[in-house]
């Protein structure tokens, strides 16, 4: 069974701080990996998406993956209470790993 | 960036009812499109997998008469919910993604059914 674990949260962290957001992934075979950011009653919003090992930089978001720890982070900088959502990871698993299984989320709360 | 419009957004019904809902590609071809559902306080959970022109891939536990998929052209995936009970209430999002670039998925705004 593909697993994609995340914390579910609520992470809190004040505005300006680093949050960081964790997710492991069982599947050895999975090549993409992808974070969401959902706000409630919303539907999901691709953030970032990471395709090999170490770091990937986009603006105040940073991805990071490893492999062989079946590993996926997000690190999100001078967090903002915009930033305050739902965050989930995502990993591509089945025949030509066209299909995306998702973790259950991390609720982010980012406070003034 | 890739555009999926989905509708209607949000549908309130009576038991028993079908349910249509569109999900379109607006400035991409989507050779596959997604369909998702996903209850309050829950994940996204995959539904169906449907390639254009073929008949849908349905994940285990969804059952295929109650949820039709129809993906008849490149731009255009419909999913009906049939004879909907109010256990099928939930929010029912597409995606889309074009096979032969590297884009990941882009997700529809998402419909809210309601089934009362």
Known sequence: ?112 | GAVVSQHPSWVICKSGTSVKIECRSLDFQATTMFWYRQFPKQSLMLMATSNEGSKATYEQGVEKDKFLINHASLTLSTLTVTSAHPEDSSFYICSARDITSLQPQHFGDGTRLSIL
Request: hydrophobic letters at 30%.
């Open chain 1, 1 to 112: 069974q593909k697993e994609v674990e995340q914390n579910s949260g609520p992470l809190s962290v004040p505005e300006g701080a680093i949050a960081s957001l964790n997710c492991t992934y069982s599947d050895r075979g999975s090549q993409s990996f992808f974070w969401y950011r959902q706000y409630s009653g919303k539907s999901p919003e691709l953030i970032m998406s990471i395709y090999s090992n170490g770091d990937k930089e986009d603006g105040r978001f940073t991805a990071q993956l490893n492999k062989a720890s079946q590993y996926v982070s997000l690190l999100i900088r001078d967090s903002q209470p915009s930033d305050s959502a739902t965050y989930l990871c995502a990993v591509n698993w089945g025949t030509g790993f066209q299909k995306l299984v998702f973790g259950t989320g991390t609720r982010l709360l980012v406070s003034p």
